[in-house]
């Protein structure tokens, strides 16, 4: 086994808008399809994201970050 880089996956996904829906169905749809979205691009680009990428809801909104970063590297809601 390798030893570890210290290096975390975090994420994170601003459901508060419409493209979310109404109800907790809706809200899941959205919420795999982003998370599907960022996993292609994660098989493509492996861990070489060095910053923070950013996450569109369906209409193009800022609802997230998602990272591969070094655990004691800031994070926007840590702490």
């Given amino acids: 086994m390798a030893p570890s880089d210290g290096t975390t996956f975090r994420l994170f996904i601003d459901t508060d808008n419409g493209s979310f829906g109404d ?12 998370l599907r979205e960022a996993a292609a ?11 923070y990428h950013t996450l569109l ?3 193009g909104n800022d ?6 970063k070094r655990r004691n590297d800031g ?5």
């Fill in 23 to 34: 109800d907790g169905t809706a809200r899941g749809v959205e919420v795999a399809r982003i």
């Fill in 41 to 51: 691009k994660i098989e493509i680009e492996g861990d070489a994201w060095n910053w």
């Fill in 57 to 59: 809801d369906v209409n």
């Fill in 63 to 68: 609802v997230g970050r998602a990272a591969f």
């Fill in 75 to 79: 994070w926007p809601h840590d702490g």
